[in-house]
Structure formats: C-alpha cells, structure tokens
C-alpha cells in the first residue's frame, strides 16, 4: 500500500510541477477560447516595426514555469485599458527567457546556454544585467536603450502607472514620487 501511495504521489508532483511547463501563455489562452487583448509580438517583429514607426519597447520576460508570470498574465495584462494603453504606446513582445530560438540584434546573435536543468537566452540575461528573475518587465525608449527592467508581479493599478509614467516620458522631467500624485487611474 505503502508503494502504490508514493507512485500516487510522485506522479502528482510531476504533474504539478512540470506538466503545465509545456504550455506558453499564448497557447494557453486558446486552449481557453480566449484571446490576449495585448497584441504581444516577438522582439525582432518589434525590431522591424520600430524602422517605420518609432516607439518604446515593453518587454514581458517569462518562462514557461513561472507561476507568478502566469498570475500577471491574466490579471494584469488582461486589463482592457492596460492593453490599450500598451498596445498604442509601445510595440509590446512576449520574450520567453529559455526560448532556444538565435535572436540577431544590433550585429550580435543572442542564443541560447544550457546551464543545468533549465537553461536561458543570452538576450534576457542581458536585458535583466544578468539578474534572472521571472517576471520581469522591461522598458526600451526609441533607440532600443535601457530605461528600466521591472523585476516581480506588478498588480493592475500599480503597472497602469508605471506604463503611463514612462510611456508619456514623464520619467525624464518629473520625480516619480511628485508624478504619482498627480496620476488618475482609469481602471478603479
């Protein structure tokens, strides 16, 4: 008996820790019959766009396996009005950090290392200086230069600032803590 309960459990613990790692957020929104209202695209798709039209680049950097990336997915990003805002402000990408896909960019191919079980695509290591940590947002202006990557879940009303804030470059002349006052949601 003592066998068939540790069969039983071991099975469980696969299930719960790996069987959902083969599914991405995209995927897993159809498999739902719904559709992300953000208009995610890949960084090189953002890459392209950006020669026509310039804006910043929002970057969500996630895996597969990441619980809390999963969570922002559906309660942040799943905001109409964050979507919105997101999707005509910034060319926003979906940026798997163990994709095994070369990533060309600004003359140099990003690729993929193997590192122990798991491994990461030198992109997100270089976007998040080195710091893996899932999810992580990050902030590109114009020029593809660093504003600022976001480690950690980011609840709704807090991101919707955090977007409006860099998205309408009140981050070059106003202190976040006097620019936060001033700030209206419009999702509460």
Known sequence: MRKV???IFSLAF???FFGGSAFKPEEQLKKAGGKSPVNWM??????EKSKNEKRKIFIDVYTDWCGWCKVMDKNTFSQPEI?????ENYYPVKLDAEQTEDIEFK??????VESGRRGYHQLAASLLNNKLSYPTVVFLD???NMIQPMPGYQKPDQFEKVINY?????YKTTAWADWEKTFESSIY
């Open 42 to 47: 890949s960084f090189e798709e953002a890459v």
């Open 142 to 144: 114009e020029d593809f």
């Open 107 to 112: 003359g140099h191919t990003f690729k993929y």
């Open 5 to 7: 309960a540790l069969i």
């Open 166 to 170: 860099i998205g309408g470059n009140h």
């Open 14 to 16: 696969i299930l719960v």
């Open 83 to 87: 979507a919105k805002y997101l999707n």
